[in-house]
């Protein structure tokens, strides 16, 4: 059973929380962010620390209360630090490369794969095989990153495809001759 509910998220330094009902806005240095929380689980703001509480001990209350204050932090640290993910290409011919505010990526079709990058993303290509995207929001920057890898997804006998960099591919031996 989790118990992630019932811990202190610290809000640091140069973080500002505004609570307007059930809609939380945090804003920091590196952007600002908005949700609207449960309306079952009641934040509270004292000093640098907030804190989150349930009505009741049932089991849909005790899953709201660690996804609600899992969310807050991860707001919170978003706007004071960011996220990133960093994609690796692996493959013979496979590269990835920048064209203005476009992620052009050669994996293996016959044609290009282009992805525009959203307003509130940053898409960096340092090198033609890694492509690193960031931004202020956890689950934008996981929804991106999972999109541009699922263009071609890593397979199990060459391991060739579009990874995450931590990402390890189970391999399969494949056939044998006889």
């Known amino acids: 059973m989790s118990r992630i509910g019932n811990k202190t998220v610290e809000i640091p330094a140069?973080?500002?929380?505004?609570?307007d009902g059930f809609t939380v806005t945090v804003k920091g240095p590196?952007?600002?962010?908005?949700?609207?929380?449960?309306?079952?689980?009641?934040l509270n703001i004292e000093g640098n620390e907030a804190t989150f509480t349930r009505p009741s001990d049932d089991n849909r209350m005790k899953a709201m209360h660690g996804t609600t204050r899992a969310n807050f932090a991860n707001m919170v640290e978003g706007v004071s630090e960011g996220?990133?993910?960093?994609?690796?290409?692996v493959g013979v011919g496979y590269r990835a490369q920048m064209q203005g505010t476009k992620l052009v990526l050669n994996v293996g079709y016959s044609h290009p794969v282009e992805f525009e990058t959203p307003a509130e993303l940053k898409i960096e290509s340092p090198d033609t095989t890694t492509v690193i995207i960031s931004g202020v929001s956890k689950?934008?920057?996981?929804?991106?990153?999972?999109?541009?890898?699922?263009?071609?997804a890593p397979e199990p006998y060459k391991g060739k495809g579009i990874r995450y960099i931590d990402e390890q591919v189970r391999r399969k031996e494949g056939k044998t001759g006889k």
């Open 30 to 42: 590196k952007g600002e962010l908005t949700r609207t929380l449960s309306s079952d689980i009641a």
């Open 14 to 19: 140069g973080v500002e929380v505004k609570q």
């Open 83 to 89: 996220f990133s993910k960093t994609l690796k290409l």
């Open 139 to 152: 689950q934008s920057v996981g929804d991106l990153a999972a999109e541009i890898r699922s263009v071609r």
